[in-house]
């Protein structure tokens, strides 16, 4: 139990954690991921027009990842990003394995 709590509620640490390059580089390629596969889906010219919105599972599930185990906040909103990120994980693996 205590494993779970501390997955929870540590803060981010080690090298990579404090590099402010890194945090935020990794931050705009995400954002700018999202906002290009959010383009494409919402494409109309698009001839693959079934599970248009498909795409969009995989960079909001690394957003949010990266979201809630790089960047420092208080304990309640760090248990709280860090359950929607793994849920949206589970709910990601969940997608990709049934369709």
Do not use: C, Q
């Not at 705009?28 to 498909?54: A, E, H, K, M």
């Amino acid at each position: 139990m205590k494993k779970l709590i501390a997955i929870f509620t540590e803060k981010p640490k080690g090298l990579i954690a404090e590099n402010k390059i890194y945090k935020f580089g990794f931050l705009t390629i995400l954002v700018s991921f999202l906002f290009w596969t959010l383009s494409i889906s919402l494409d109309s010219s698009n001839p693959y027009r079934y599970g248009n919105y498909d795409i969009l599972i995989v960079p909001i599930m690394l957003l949010l990842n990266h979201i809630s185990f790089s960047f420092k906040f208080s304990t309640t909103h760090t248990v709280i990003l860090r359950m929607l990120a793994i849920s949206w994980l589970v709910f990601g693996a969940i997608w990709f394995f049934i369709t």
